[in-house]
């Protein structure tokens, strides 16, 4: 019974990814016919000005909300699996922020040549910042265990790098402040093919190291004590979750910006779909679900207010943070 609900879920996700990936390539300030699609892909005297827009735009532009946003939502699930926290994540612990920071100070100190900046260099800036604030937030749990504390540290961190990044900024020359600006609100746009190649190569390995992490998961999730006597080095696994947990947020953060809620929403929204919490099934079923959900907002990021563009993260917070209350609630209730 299971199995089949398994098999059905993931049809449902895979169905839904296609959708999203072809409405996103032919729905905007131009329409495209759906006809034209096989035409472009194949060479096959496809319209060379709707090609131009596809090929160079859209299409590069919906495999980064794929791929990133199934970067973003399996970096959530490490974090929660970390904190054993149901509203960790990258964005509310203050880590995208940290990122987001250290990607501006790099930026600026380009001397205005932001756009010519290799993007494995804004990688590893990022990760930098991913690392920093994950560091004073893995203090902090060690210091309190109240869920609720944690929560709090984690966005004070984020406004205090939010606040440092606007102090970097008003400093910045005008091409600096215009990349920065486009940027730091989240954003798939200006992706090209180079950077999609790039973060699929980062986040795919990422993403294969965790799937092979998926047993050791499932014993972490038992209690450390238990971890330990199956045999595991929790102090390296713990290790391993944050390394790669930062590394999918700081490749997220290095295109696309700062993205909200994703990480927190996508983990739950998908358990309830699964009805299973394993880490074999939930590992994939994450990265899928975020690549659909991401792809579901930057399409009405892009729609709603035509030609005005919306940024990602203005979408992503109004689907997101309902759950996050209702997670919030549900455990009030739970205790009680």
Known sequence: MKKSRYGAAFIILAALLFLFLVLNICIGSVNIPVSEIPKMLWG??????FTDIVMGIRFPRAMAAAILGGGLALSGYLLQTFFHNPIAG??????????????????????????????????????????????????????????????????MIGYICSAITD?????ADDADIV?????????FSGITWDNVVIMAIVVGITSICVF???KPISAYQMGESYAQNMGLNVQLFRILLVL????????????AGPVSFVGIAVPHLVKNLFGTAKPIIMIPACFLGGSVFCLFCDLLARIMFAPTELSISTITAVFGAPVVIYI??????EKV
């Not at 096959?44 to 000005?49: K, Q």
């Not at 102090?167 to 400093?171: A, E, I, L, P, Q």
């Not at 919030?328 to 209730?333: A, N, S, V």
């Open 44 to 49: 096959n005297g496809a319209d060379e000005t």
């Open 328 to 333: 919030m609630i549900h455990r009030k209730k």
């Open 167 to 171: 102090f970097v900024v008003t400093f």
């Open 212 to 214: 092979l992490m998926s």
């Open 244 to 255: 790669l947990s930062s590394i999918l947020s700081a490749c997220v953060t290095a295109f």
């Open 179 to 187: 990349n920065l600006h486009n940027w730091s609100k989240g954003s």
């Open 90 to 155: 990258p964005f509310t612990l203050g880590i995208s922020s940290g990122a987001k920071l250290v990607v501006a100070l790099v930026m600026v100190a380009s001397l205005g040549n932001a756009l010519h900046l290799s993007s494995w260099v804004m990688i590893m800036a990022a990760f930098v910042g991913s690392m920093i604030c994950m560091g004073f937030v893995i203090l902090m749990s060690k210091v309190t265990d109240q869920m609720s504390m944690l929560i709090v540290s984690g966005v």
